[in-house]
């Protein structure tokens, strides 16, 4: 079957770094999205990776292994705003999305 | 620009009754989604559309029905509510060939 794994809660400190990570098993795999979802909003879309390696955007990062099923979404500098969920998907071989759980992110003074 | 717009917002609906949320997007997008949301799940797909006129069955199509006009219009049916389809409803579009969603508000739907 197809699998979508992240932690279901992280907390961290106002301007501290955190990092939330995903592993993933599909049939197939076409890239990786992560989403931000403040609560009782719609998702919107952070990054896209599709090859290996670190894409940077502004205080967002994310990482991508092909190899190892894996990926991680990296926040700087925390602002209270950043606390929300954060929904890793993955297209499959057919390019439908296959979601996780979504971590919920709380940011404490 | 408004995007993807649902309605309604939040219903409250009787065991048996049907019922249609309504979604219109003004982006032109080819494709088109309906997802349920529930608390400690994944988005779950419903059904989807890749372009006006052709519809197809998602992850969890039962109860539910679809269809496609136009490029704008994508209403999801829900012939005879049963309890286990209270849930939060995203509709979302995408260009054709990409995976970065647009989704609408979403609507809240409680069957009793």
């Known amino acids: 079957g197809q699998n979508i794994d992240q932690p279901t809660e992280m907390t961290a400190t106002e301007g501290a770094i955190v990092q939330i990570n995903c592993t993933y098993q599909t049939s197939g795999f076409n890239g990786l999205f992560w989403y931000q979802q403040h609560a009782g909003e719609a998702p919107t879309f952070l990054s896209y990776?599709?090859l290996d390696g670190l894409e940077e955007k502004g205080r967002f990062s994310s990482f991508l292994s092909r190899s190892k099923g894996y990926s991680y979404l990296l926040l700087k500098e925390l602002q209270m705003k950043d606390s929300a969920s954060y929904l890793c998907a993955v297209r499959d071989s057919h390019y439908q999305l296959i979601w996780g759980a979504g971590t919920k992110l709380i940011i404490k003074p | 620009t408004a995007g993807i717009t649902q309605a309604p917002t939040s219903q409250i609906l009787a065991a048996g009754r049907s019922m249609t949320l309504r979604c219109t997007q003004d982006m032109r997008h080819n494709a088109m989604y309906w997802y349920r949301q529930d608390l400690g799940l994944g988005l779950r797909l419903i059904h989807y559309?890749?372009?006006?006129?052709?519809?197809g069955k998602g992850e969890v199509p039962d109860g539910y029905s679809v269809s496609r006009a136009n490029t704008d219009d994508f209403p999801l049916t829900l012939a005879s509510a049963v309890p286990s389809q209270t849930s939060v409803y995203f509709c979302?579009?995408?260009?054709?060939?990409?995976?970065?969603?647009?989704f609408g508000e979403g609507s809240r739907l409680t069957v009793l």
């Open positions: 990776n599709v």
């Open positions: 559309s890749n372009t006006a006129g052709t519809t």
């Open positions: 979302a579009s995408s260009e054709q060939g990409t995976g970065e969603l647009f």
